[in-house]
């Protein structure tokens, strides 16, 4: 079945440096989606990339989507603590009915 | 809109007990999951339904039943219970009939099976 890997699983930051989170699929995506959980809550929606070597931004976040649409990174700008959390990816391939999700990469933000 | 609701929020179970964890969403989603969700493990798939009437198995169904006979509820039965289920389960739903879109989930129902 499909598998979706994403690394680090953790990362320790100061306030204000950058910090990215890889995903990689073992079979093509029709889609990447990426989601941000606090602790205690749930997943949150941030962005859905569809086309092969899209780049998305938002505010001091940029996602990206890779050629070969197998890969994907979310790149944050100056961390703030507002981005603590747990970041994951999440893809469908193509024809499929199920959202595979990677195991998460949880970021901590030293003040 | 109150979105996607899950009740209990907190459960705990015996070893061979049977219950429900409820999920409706009243957004008219075609599409609606169960996941669950251990330490270091990420989200995995349990059952997915495309509609009323339709509904599959996921990534780890082993233990779990589902039915959708309405657009608003899906409900995930555990029918006995065992440790290894516990666990924090969320239930999400999306437009269309398959997960291409924003996932909407709901806030989670935590099990512990004793």
């Known amino acids: 079945g499909q598998q979706v890997m994403q690394i680090p699983q953790y990362q320790h930051v100061q306030e204000g440096e950058d910090f990215t989170t890889y995903c990689n699929s073992s079979?093509?995506?029709?889609?990447i989606q990426w989601y941000k959980q606090r602790p205690g809550g749930h997943p949150v929606f941030l962005i859905q990339?569809?086309?092969?070597?899209e780049v998305k931004k938002q505010k001091r976040l940029t996602f990206q989507f890779g050629e070969a649409k197998k890969n994907s990174s979310l790149h944050i700008t100056a961390t703030q603590t507002t981005d603590v959390g747990t970041y994951f990816c999440?893809?469908?391939?193509?024809?499929?009915?199920?959202?595979?999700f990677g195991k998460g990469t949880k970021l901590s933000v030293i003040p | 809109n109150a979105g996607v609701t899950q009740t209990p929020k907190f459960q705990v179970l015996k070893t061979g007990q049977s219950m429900t964890l409820q999920c409706a969403q009243d957004m008219n989603h075609e599409y609606m999951s169960w996941y669950r969700q251990d330490p270091g493990m990420g989200l995995r798939l349990i059952h997915y339904?495309?509609?009323?009437?339709?509904?599959d198995q996921g990534e780890v169904p082993n233990g779990y039943n589902v039915s959708r006979s309405t657009t608003e509820d899906f409900p995930l039965r555990l029918l006995s219970a065992a440790p290894s289920q516990t666990s924090v389960y969320f239930c999400?739903?999306?437009?269309?009939?398959?997960?291409?879109?924003?996932?909407?989930f709901g806030p989670g129902t935590r099990l512990t099976v004793t």
């Open positions: 999400a739903s999306s437009y269309g009939d398959r997960p291409l879109g924003e996932q909407y």
């Open positions: 999440a893809g469908t391939g193509a024809g499929s009915y199920q959202l595979t």
């Open positions: 079979t093509t995506l029709s889609n």
């Open positions: 990339l569809v086309k092969s070597g």
């Open positions: 339904s495309v509609g009323a009437g339709i509904t």
